[in-house]
């Protein structure tokens, strides 16, 4: 009932700079927080940064000042800017969000396929 398609991710060089997107569609009757994860090979997954729907943000202290999460309601899309990426921030990246489909009255978790992010010189 609900897909989440995340783009942007790549190859970049230190203190690069890259733009994740994800474009939440179908059934949606409204979403609550979305956010972004991710995970290094051997390592759990992580939150990067989340945004509410009136727009408050929370970032891991390892992104803070580096990454930026916004979103377009409109659009159903949420977006993570990443700046001055390091080799450390290396990981496949989940676009996650709280929605409510129309026949239901309950918000549930839905999650993107994952976009790689590789930081190497």
């Known amino acids: 009932q609900v897909q989440l398609v995340e783009s942007g991710g790549g190859l970049v060089q230190p203190g690069g700079s890259l733009r994740l997107s994800c474009a939440a569609s179908?059934?949606?009757?409204?979403?609550?927080?979305m956010g972004w994860y991710r995970q290094a090979p051997g390592k759990q997954r992580e939150l990067v940064a989340s945004i509410t729907s009136d727009g408050s943000t929370n970032y891991a202290d390892s992104v803070k000042g580096r990454f930026t999460i916004s979103r377009d309601n409109a659009k159903n899309t949420v977006y993570l800017q990443m700046n001055s990426l390091t080799p450390e921030d290396t990981a496949v990246y989940y676009c996650?969000?709280?929605?409510?489909?129309?026949?239901?009255?309950?918000?549930?978790?839905?999650w993107g396929q994952g976009t790689q992010v590789t930081v190497s010189s």
């Open positions: 179908g059934r949606i009757f409204s979403i609550n927080a």
């Open positions: 996650n969000a709280r929605i409510r489909v129309f026949s239901s009255i309950y918000y549930n978790d839905y």
